[in-house]
T-cell receptor, first 116, second 112 residues
Framework: ETGVTQTPRHLVMGMTNKKSLKCEQH?????MYWYKQSAKKPLELMFV???????ENNSVPSRFSPECPNSSHLFLHLHTLQPEDSALYLC???????????????FGSGTQLSVL | RKEVEQDPGPFNVPEGATVAFNCTYS??????FFWYRQDCRKEPKLLMS???SGNEDGRFTAQLNRASQYISLLIRDSKLSDSATYLC?????????????FGKGTTLSVSS
């Protein structure tokens, strides 16, 4: 059983829709991440939060907007997405950010997103 | 050299076979390395960590060659349940704000 829960598991949305992905971790970790996984590509880091503060933003388009209200919850708000944004979006957590404590990630089961 | 590079495969092997995957990395300062396993349509899960020359866990052996900047994963006596994609992972510079760097993965298919 994973300590990181993501909802929804699947999402189909049109380009004009607004939706949100939710992630919750029950591990007492201080760092949370959003990754994007497209076919034939490596996992791409999108955002990192440490103790509710964003510490990394890898040039992600503004149509993706993260929110971290507390150290256990992470959201990814989506609006006016493009078909090329269709991918598996994975949330992860680690004990801390920086050094060895950020090297072991625990992933949620992901949201498979399709943009029509 | 790409930050993390893996042979994508697929590697198709019969049950009981021994199979090895290699991964090369570009950051010579990296001190720790990881293999994650990802089943089809599932999330990645940590399989092994490598901090020195190597690590062994049952049928799985990970080895590190710092001089040549590659790590390998050896699977002995392959099982059907070993079929998955194996991701090579190298830390970025977390002090500079770079998280783990993932390879594209190597796909293994074990058949009966």
């Amino acid at each position: 059983e994973t300590g990181v829960t993501q909802t929804p598991r699947h999402l189909v949305m049109g380009m004009t829709n607004k939706k949100s992905l939710k992630c919750e971790q029950h591990l007492g970790h201080n760092a949370m991440y959003w990754y994007k996984q497209s076919a034939k590509k490596p996992l791409e880091l999108m955002f990192v939060y440490s103790l509710e503060e964003r510490v990394e933003n890898n040039s992600v388009p503004s149509r993706f907007s993260p929110e971290c209200p507390n150290s256990s919850h992470l959201f990814l708000h989506l609006h006016t997405l493009q078909p090329e944004d269709s991918a598996l979006y994975l949330c992860a957590s680690s004990q801390d950010w920086g050094g060895a404590l950020s090297e072991k990630l625990f992933f949620g089961s992901g949201t498979q997103l399709s943009v029509l | 050299r790409k930050e993390v590079e893996q042979d994508p495969g697929p590697f198709n092997v019969p049950e009981g076979a021994t199979v090895a995957f290699n991964c090369t990395y570009s950051n010579s300062a990296s001190q720790s390395f990881f293999w994650y396993r990802q089943d089809c349509r599932k999330e990645p899960k940590l399989l092994m960590s490598v901090y020195s020359s190597g690590n062994e866990d049952g049928r799985f052996t990970a080895q590190l060659n710092r001089a040549s900047q590659y790590i390998s994963l050896l699977i002995r006596d392959s099982k059907l349940s070993d079929s998955a994609t194996y991701l090579c992972v190298v830390p970025g510079d977390s002090q500079a704000g770079t998280a783990l760097i993932f390879g594209k993965g190597t796909t293994l298919s074990v058949s009966s």
